[in-house]
T-cell receptor
Framework: DAGITQSPRYKITETGRQVTLMCHQT?????MFWYRQDLGHGLRLIYY???????DKGEVPDGYVVSRSKTENFPLTLESATRSQTSVYFC???????????FGDGTRLSIL | GENVEQHPSTLSVQEGDSAVIKCTYS??????FPWYKQELGKRPQLIID?????GEKKDQRIAVTLNKTAKHFSLHITETQPEDSAVYFC?????????FGAGTRLFVKA
């Protein structure tokens, strides 16, 4: 869906560096989510946000930081990247909590 | 913590046959159960969903059933076609969190 965009699409960085993945949606959806997708694990929830300035941890939050100062943006930051954070990251949004989620195209992140 | 188990992890069927994917969930507060299809290199996309006050829902060749007592829900695809080949994810949502199953890779052989 063109209404949710992620950037960058691909990123290579080194261990210890700070990395920020961007997510922007144009639907004014209340909820936004960050997932990581690894082979054999499906989609694992990192953080979610129910509204601007409201965020909460998901299944695998360690090593990640999020913020949501505006409804349309939900950046994900890896403060000190580790090799175990190499993954494909998907951002998603929904009108409310128990509603269909719309996913971005994903960011493929490699940490060397 | 809450989890969703999905089986099988891989499923191979002949074109025209039916495919069934099963999931179980642990969080009794879950009230919304979507299914997503993900083609290779693409984003997950919703194909069907069901809420806890409904036992079954159908959309053309796709149907989903829910057994709240047993905490089971299943996806049924009839008359499978090669374009149905993809990874399918079930999920359980309690309003704030959505937990996904590990996925089922479906192969439909022509």
């Amino acid at each position: 869906d063109a209404g949710i965009t992620q950037s960058p699409r691909y990123k290579i960085t080194e261990t210890g560096r700070q990395v920020t993945l961007m997510c922007h949606q144009t639907w004014s959806h209340s909820y936004m989510f960050w997932y990581r997708q690894d082979l054999g694990h499906g989609l694992r929830l990192i953080y979610y946000s129910a509204a601007a300035d409201i965020t909460d941890k998901g299944e695998v939050p360690d090593g990640y930081v999020v913020s949501r100062s505006k409804t349309e943006n939900f950046p994900l930051t890896l403060e000190s990247a580790t090799r175990s954070q190499t993954s494909v990251y998907f951002c998603a949004s929904s009108k409310q909590g128990s509603e269909p989620q719309h996913f971005g195209d994903g960011t493929r992140l490699s940490i060397l | 913590g809450e989890n969703v188990e999905q089986h099988p992890s891989t499923l191979s069927v002949q074109e025209g046959d039916s495919a069934v994917i099963k999931c179980t969930y642990s969080d009794s507060a879950s009230n919304y159960f979507p299914w997503y299809k993900q083609e290779l290199g693409k984003r997950p996309q919703l194909i069907i969903d069901i809420r806890s006050n409904v036992g079954e829902k159908k959309d053309q060749r796709i149907a989903v059933t829910l057994n709240k007592t047993a905490k089971h829900f299943s996806l049924h695809i009839t008359e499978t076609q090669p374009e149905d080949s993809a990874v399918y994810f079930c999920a359980a949502s309690s309003g704030f969190k959505t937990i996904f199953g590990a996925g089922t890779r479906l192969f439909v052989k022509a």
